[in-house]
């Protein structure tokens, strides 16, 4: 048994298999919705890595 709670409305879910979580992490198509109109709406951000990976590496022969 797997048990998730929604990050948009925090219910607790409870799955036999996770192949039936259709909608995992989110416990209806609602919260899944919901969550992406926060990401459409710039809410959510991703933060700044820093400077690029590629001008750290150095290549040594």
């Known amino acids: 048994m797997f048990?998730?709670?929604c990050?948009?409305?925090a219910k607790r879910i409870e799955y036999?298999?996770?192949e039936d979580a259709l909608y995992r992490p989110f416990c209806c198509k609602r919260c899944q919705s919901i969550d992406l109109g926060h990401w459409l709406n710039e809410d959510y951000r991703v933060s700044d890595p820093g400077p690029d990976a590629s001008e750290n590496d150095t290549l040594e022969p």
């Open 3 to 5: 048990t998730i709670n």
């Open 7 to 9: 990050p948009t409305c």
């Open 16 to 18: 036999e298999r996770m």
